[in-house]
T-cell receptor, first 114, second 114 residues
Framework: NAGVTQTPKFRILKIGQSMTLQCAQD?????MYWYRQDPGMGLKLIYY???????DKGEVPNGYNVSRSTTEDFPLRLELAAPSQTSVYFC?????????????FGPGTRLLVL | KNQVEQSPQSLIILEGKNCTLQ??????????LRWYKQDTGRGPVSLTI?????NTKSNGRYTATLDADTKQSSLHITASQLSDSASYIC?????????????FGSGTRLSIRP
């Protein structure tokens, strides 16, 4: 199993541009998550999904959109990139959403908005 | 306010030495506490998880402790190796089912010198 994969690994965007960060998992997990990690800060939850067709906001959803059309894929969309969105983005998945469930993380996408 | 604070922010030790990382939290209600290891350029990987009733848990050379009364946890690394160089993140889950109740610490950056 590849686990959780993310593309691209690194991207530079200009202010106002849009892009989609891709995330896929092959573990048949129901729950998927998007986090951002800023320097010196803990990971913050952007959006999560409990299954295909069902998504919900996390702590910092503004400026982002998500969709979950399949169990495997959970893309994150940035519509109008802003410098404040410069960060490292991690996708994660888990079989259940209970607190004791282990989340498996992808390798991350480093995004720079100039 | 739900918070997870880790200390020190960074630590440098010589290969073969032991070290202890600290985590204090104010998350309530408390469900469990997990330590993650994050290698540079990679996503976090779970090391240990402890619930309210557990005082200590080991994973090879890693030993985590939990004092639920004082809301403190520590991660002790024995006989450090170069491969232990990474960030170690303390994560506390509150509540019982919501994905949005997971609080990440900002991590301790550990560097092992030969």
């Amino acid at each position: 199993n590849a686990g959780v994969t993310q593309t691209p690994k690194f991207r530079i965007l200009k202010i106002g541009q849009s892009m989609t960060l891709q995330c896929a998992q092959d573990m048949n997990h129901n729950y998927m998550y998007w986090y951002r990690q800023d320097p010196g800060m803990g990971l913050k939850l952007i959006y999560y999904s409990v299954g295909a067709g069902i998504t919900d906001k996390g702590e910092v959803p503004n400026g982002y959109n998500v969709s979950r059309s399949t169990t495997e894929d959970f893309p994150l969309r940035l519509e109008l990139a802003a410098p404040s969105q410069t960060s490292v983005y991690f996708c994660a998945s888990s079989y259940r959403g209970t607190p004791e469930e282990t989340q498996y993380f992808g390798p991350g996408t480093r995004l720079l908005v100039l | 306010k739900n918070q997870v604070e880790q200390s020190p922010q960074s630590l440098i030790i010589l290969e073969g030495k032991n070290c202890t990382l600290q985590c204090n939290y104010t998350v309530s209600p408390f469900s469990n506490l997990r330590w993650y290891k994050q290698d540079t350029g990679r996503g976090p990987v779970s090391l240990t998880i402890m619930t309210f009733s557990e005082n200590t848990k080991s994973n090879g050379r890693y030993t985590a402790t939990l004092d639920a009364d004082t809301k403190q946890s520590s991660l002790h690394i024995t006989a450090s190796q170069l491969s232990d160089s990474a960030s170690y993140i303390c994560v506390v889950s509150g509540g019982y089912s919501s994905a949005s109740k997971i609080i990440f610490g900002s991590g301790t950056r550990l560097s092992i010198r030969p």
